[in-house]
T-cell receptor, first 114, second 113 residues
Framework: GESVGLHLPTLSVQEGDNSIINCAYSNSASDYFIWYKQESGKGPQFIIDIRSNMDKRQGQRVTVLLNKTVKHLSLQIAATQPGDSAVYFCAESLPGSGTYKYIFGTGTRLKVLA | DAGITQSPRHKVTETGTPVTLRCHQTENHRYMYWYRQDPGHGLRLIHYSYGVKDTDKGEVSDGYSVSRSKTEDFLLTLESATSSQTSVYFC????????????FGSGTQLSVL
């Protein structure tokens, strides 16, 4: 996952617009990726996952895109709503390493403007 | 939060005192994990369990111990709390240890003064 300082990068989006949150993962061999949403004072909430044999996966209002060439993962949120305001972070897993070795990014804060 | 309860939700303690955090799940998942979350870091694994009485160390296990006497309960103990252990602690569960989503509890905010 991306390495950032104490201040999270922030993405401000107008309500109703689409949001794109990016994650540069660290290892080209990683074969499984997860996006989490974390609201203030709450635990991380699973959004969507994708395996390395896929380039794209869609969920309800969300799409994850995987570009293995440049080790980049993105989360697209359609028609962003106030309830989408949160910190979003990605996790990656190396082949054969299992859940014990997940690498978590520090995240991006999404602010939805009314 | 997927049937995961962490207690307490908030704790303030003094340096040198023992602290135990509890994680209780109702999902009957085999795998349980303790993470800490600090500014500037992604979630870091402290300890995990792959069954009753089966536990192992994670990335940042120094100063922590765990126990799992029942499938549903996973305890994290700080034998002698230090200020560097001030953090937010999350419990997580999963059905398997292969590429699999983790479900997290609501967290415990621990302050060591």
């Amino acid at each position: 996952g991306e390495s950032v300082g104490l201040h999270l990068p922030t993405l401000s989006v107008q309500e109703g617009d689409n949001s794109i949150i990016n994650c540069a993962y660290s290892n080209s061999a990683s074969d499984y990726f997860i996006w989490y949403k974390q609201e203030s004072g709450k635990g991380p909430q699973f959004i969507i996952d994708i395996r390395s044999n896929m380039d794209k996966r869609q969920g309800q209002r969300v799409t994850v895109l995987l570009n293995k060439t440049v080790k980049h993962l993105s989360l697209q949120i359609a028609a962003t709503q106030p309830g989408d305001s949160a910190v979003y972070f990605c996790a990656e897993s190396l082949p054969g390493s299992g859940t014990y070795k997940y690498i978590f990014g520090t995240g991006t804060r999404l602010k939805v403007l009314a | 939060d997927a049937g995961i309860t962490q207690s307490p939700r908030h704790k303030v303690t003094e340096t040198g005192t023992p602290v135990t955090l509890r994680c209780h799940q109702t999902e009957n998942h085999r795998y349980m994990y303790w993470y800490r979350q600090d500014p500037g870091h992604g979630l870091r694994l402290i300890h995990y369990s792959y069954g009753v009485k089966d536990t192992d160390k994670g990335e940042v296990s120094d100063g922590y111990s765990v126990s799992r006497s029942k499938t549903e309960d996973f305890l994290l103990t700080l034998e002698s709390a230090t200020s560097s252990q001030t953090s937010v602690y999350f419990c997580a569960i999963s059905e398997s240890q292969r590429n699999e989503k983790l479900f997290f509890g609501s967290g415990t905010q621990l302050s060591v003064l």
